[in-house]
């Protein structure tokens, strides 16, 4: 308990119930049990699918089968009664149980981008301020696990957002190719015999020192901060954690012999490390032209990975504190262009979340019937992000201080999406 | 060059009469005023091998030769940084990096593979070096930027205004690349709400976006094309209905083609806006700091506008701008010292590299070009890539900057402090160290020059730092290179321990 001096006395009952399945991820995996988070708050790590390009609504958890703007896709029905979705993810539909599903988030905002910025942050840009990473803020909120691995990974692009004016090892730590994650970690013995590494670490430290000191300056301490980071993951021994290689086969099966598959299976490995958050980008759903062969083969990339995590973490116990995300920064026209695509559209998306606290199987927000406008429960963004950060137990109206003092929420508004919370 | 001779070589500059603005700014007599006024000391004059790798970078984005250092280092010619200046300003290489950073600039971050399709970088980088060479004045080539139009390969100037326009999109790229460019003004808040500092609202953002709009960006050209309806332009939220007007308020005239307006706006806008915005991009290159107010404090107003006088005496050259600032006194001191120092200008410039020199220095130091002809030799579709130096840059310095800026978002944000996946892959990335040691690298070529162990270490050294090792440094590392190194190997990869050791460090990074 020596890492967690502070715990109240629940927190430790909690802790001591470690072996069970209930006890999930907080104590099983060493992420401890976070100070001042809210007590009622389930999730303690994240694990986002960023469909990056924009995914159609319509082709994927909104279908509108039969009408004007259906496009070619039929409805399957799933593990949850009232939600149907395209025919094109039939591994997910038999994990909707675990699921639920936002119909009609809004944001008025086209550009991916932008939009891409406020999915990531809650805030619209600003040129003079830049916001932090969601991961980040939940990082900075539940502290770190017990892991030399950064407490925030992207996997397979990089984020719009960093650590912004929080502390650098709150930024997302960015492993560009879900090919080969660990290829910049791991030292190969291809051109490093061993202990290469190590010793060229100390023969630096040596020769920086003199030069360094002399021209005192924020910006050479900052730059050693960064190579001290990025030292302390290069010689950890929790890298280990990439060695998805080592699952069981029938695992590796289940998750898919795929980059994504294989990505997905590391998110749980990271977490299960003590890794806060994990972020996977995949795309492009950007389907200006033959929107219906792209979504087609996207969705048939992202089934098995997404639904495999979900029973995954499902078996291990750990959804109830995992939180499982798939988002993307707006939805598709409803409306058919003459290049078989779909363009923007930010009137009315979809997100699907699970895990961390999060009921299953449910619908917030209906759109009518064509798909073009929201019938029923606008969601906003700020409403989204609220809904996180109380699964949390994240304090949005807390403040950070900015650049230039200025206090500012850690969200602007927005309202927890209640039906979502049992 | 000791500190008397900087001074009597500052004194010999007549300071010339008030009435007449001199192309010579006597910034010394600025800076011996500044300096008093703060009660500050400043500190001494640089040395020779800082200074020398200072301004080497500064106006050819590389670092120097080893034969260059050494010789600069022996010479005991009193003027000899004065002829090192004007040596520089006159190589192949200044033109090259003055066509680089202008690329840079005016493209942003987020050059991709599309832009070098249906863009002509090569064409752009000619120009540019042609520019420099010819010293074509500042405001000819902001007029060039924004008024150039036809095909890009004849008219590279074009290519800025093709790169910020997208098909279908309202020009709203452009109209903030323009403002940011040529007058140091951020627009970004106000194309979605009123801006809260500059005092612009959303209005007239889309007011002046709305003189870029008969252009259109095709495969190779840029098109001025007749605007059905002159004069509206709907925003991306639908919400606003513009006429044209400037961001002062003004309009074409009547009998005005827009290409020709537009240029002439900008350029007599008052307060010398673009003048003084060039005049600030270029003090911010060689000393890292504004002098125009904005997020990062005041500025320096009257610098700024003693630096604008002289620069329009002196025709608006930039080159005479550039020499100026790097011959002054203040540029040529020690940057050693507390942060303050610097900040108060009594100390030297001390700087990240830039993105650009962070390239040019980097393509040295693995001999990049040589390494990927190699790679790529058996890939004939690859090759063609090489067959246009400036492209085969374009596509380096594209897939570097992705490692360079993950958020990718600021278009005038240097290196920063370099991030953790940065880090990660300088230390340890596959790729690179094989570079460090690959037929053409810099420690094989070093290994095959000398056998003697002290002379590998010091040219290792000059290759990367620009200075010889200490004694202390030199004993240390002889011995490293024989415990660590395998002797069947010549010890290769002792020596690639040293490099690796210079490369990442901050001497090698930063701009002392």
């Not at chain 1, 997100?351 to 019937?369: E, P, Q």
Request: charged fraction near 25%; aromatic fraction near 8%; include cysteine.
């Amino acid at each position: 308990m020596s890492h967690c001096p502070n715990c109240s006395r629940r927190d430790f009952v909690r802790m001591a119930l470690g072996g069970s399945a209930a006890a999930g991820v907080a104590s099983k995996f060493g992420l401890p049990l976070a100070l001042g988070q809210d007590k009622a708050a389930k999730a303690k790590a994240c694990i986002l699918f960023w469909m990056q390009g924009a995914q159609s609504q319509i082709d994927t958890w909104d279908p509108k089968p039969g009408t004007e703007f259906g496009g070619p896709f039929k409805a399957i029905p799933t593990a949850a009664k009232s939600i149907q979705i395209s025919e094109h993810l039939p591994k997910t539909a038999k994990q909707m149980d675990k699921v639920s599903l936002i119909r009609t988030l809004n944001s008025r905002d086209p550009n991916h981008d932008t939009a891409t910025y406020l999915l990531h942050t809650g805030y619209r840009e600003n040129p003079d301020l830049q916001h932090p990473h969601v991961g980040s803020v939940i990082l900075e909120e539940l502290g770190p696990g017990k892991t030399d691995l950064p407490g925030c990974v992207v996997l397979g692009g990089d984020p719009p957002a960093g650590a912004a004016y929080l502390a650098a090892d709150r930024g997302p730590a960015i492993i560009d190719r879900l090919e080969n994650p660990s290829a910049d970690l791991v030292a190969s013995t291809e051109y490093f015999a061993k202990g290469t590494l190590d010793r060229r670490w100390r023969l630096l430290r040596g020769f920086e020192e003199d030069w360094n000191r002399r021209h005192a300056d924020a910006r050479i301490d900052a730059r050693e901060r960064t190579y001290e980071r990025a030292w302390k993951i290069l010689a950890s021994a929790d890298l280990k954690a990439f060695e998805v290689a080592k699952e069981p086969d029938a695992t590796r099966k289940l998750y898919g012999e795929t980059p994504l598959g294989r990505a997905a299976l590391l998110s749980r490995r990271l977490v299960q490390s003590g890794v806060r958050f994990v972020e996977i980008q995949y795309g492009n759903w950007d389907t200006h032209s033959d929107n219906f062969g792209g979504h087609k083969r996207l969705m048939t990339d992202i089934d098995t990975p997404y639904a495999a995590l979900l029973e995954d973490l499902g078996r291990l116990g750990m959804l109830h504190d995992t939180m499982v995300l798939l988002m993307t920064e707006f939805g598709r026209t409803p409306k058919i262009n003459i290049g078989q695509g779909r363009d923007h559209w930010s009137r009315n998306w979809c997100a699907c979340l699970a895990g961390g606290g999060i009921a299953g199987g449910r619908v917030v927000g209906r759109t009518d019937d064509q798909g073009l406008e929201i019938a029923e429960r606008p969601v906003g963004v700020g409403d989204l992000f609220a809904t996180l950060y109380k699964a949390f137990g994240v304090d949005p109206d807390k403040k950070y201080l900015t650049p230039g003092a200025r206090p500012l929420r850690i969200l602007d508004g927005g309202e927890p999406v209640s039906e979502l919370f049992s | 060059m000791s500190a008397i001779a900087v001074v009597l070589a500052c004194l010999l500059q007549a300071p010339a009469p008030k009435a007449q603005p001199s192309s010579d700014p006597d910034l010394d007599g600025w800076f011996d005023a500044h300096w008093k006024k703060r009660d500050l000391k400043p500190a001494a004059p640089c040395d020779d091998a800082v200074f020398l790798r200072r301004v080497s970078l500064d106006l050819t984005g590389l670092v120097p030769p080893p034969e260059e250092v050494r010789s600069f280092l022996k010479s005991a010619r009193k003027d000899k940084r004065a002829k090192k200046i004007d040596e520089l300003l006159a190589s192949p290489e200044a033109a090259e990096y003055f066509a680089h950073l202008w690329v840079q600039w005016l493209m942003g971050h987020d050059i991709d593979f599309r832009d070098l399709r249906r863009l002509d970088l090569g064409a752009l980088c000619v120009w540019l070096k042609k520019a420099w060479t010819e010293d074509m004045p500042g405001d000819e080539l902001v007029r060039a930027f924004l008024s150039s139009s036809g095909k890009l390969s004849e008219n590279p100037a074009a290519n800025f205004a093709a790169k910020h326009l997208n098909p279908g999109e309202p020009p709203a790229g452009l109209a903030r690349a323009s403002a940011r460019l040529f007058l140091g003004r951020d627009l970004r808040c106000a194309q979605c709400h009123d801006h809260p500092f500059d005092a612009m609202t959303h209005e007239e953002f889309w007011q002046y976006a709305a003189f870029f709009r008969p252009l259109r960006a095709g495969n190779g050209t840029l098109d001025e094309v007749p605007v059905r309806n002159p004069g509206t332009l709907r925003d991306d939220l639908g919400e606003v209905f513009a006429e044209p007007r400037f961001l002062d308020g003004r309009s074409l005239e009547p009998d005005e083609t827009r290409s020709a307006g537009v240029a002439r706006l900008f350029l007599t806008m008052e307060h010398d806006a673009v003048a003084r915005a060039l005049v600030d991009r270029y003090w911010r290159l060689y000393f890292g700091r504004p002098l125009l107010a904005g997020k990062h404090g005041k500025g320096q107003p009257e610098l700024l506008d003693l630096l604008t006088r002289s620069y329009h005496a002196g025709k608006d050259s930039l080159r005479s701008l550039t020499k100026a600032i790097v011959s002054c006194r203040a540029y040529q001191l020690s940057s050693e010292g507390p942060e303050a120092g610097r900040e108060a200008y009594a100390a030297g410039p001390l700087k990240m590299m830039n993105t650009t020199q962070f390239m040019r220095v980097w393509n040295h130091a693995f001999q990049w070009e040589p390494y990927f002809r190699a790679q790529y030799e058996k890939n004939p579709e690859k090759i063609a890539l090489f067959k246009d130096p400036e492209v085969f840059w374009m596509v380096r310095t594209m897939q570097a900057k992705e490692l360079l800026f993950p958020k990718g978002r600021d278009p005038e944000e240097v290196l920063s402090n370099g991030t953790d996946r940065l880090a990660i892959k300088l230390m340890n990335n596959r790729d690179i160290q094989l570079l460090m040691v690959s037929q053409f690298s810099l420690v094989q070529k070093v290994c095959k020059q000398t056998a003697d162990p002290e002379h590998r270490i010091d040219e290792l050294f000059l290759l990367m730092v620009s200075r010889p090792p200490t004694k202390a440094e030199k004993k240390a590392l002889v011995e490293h290179v024989r415990s660590a190194g395998n002797p069947a190997h010549a010890y290769i990869d002792g020596y690639a321990d040293v490099f690796w050791m210079l490369f990442n460090s901050s001497e090698f990074v930063f701009v002392g």
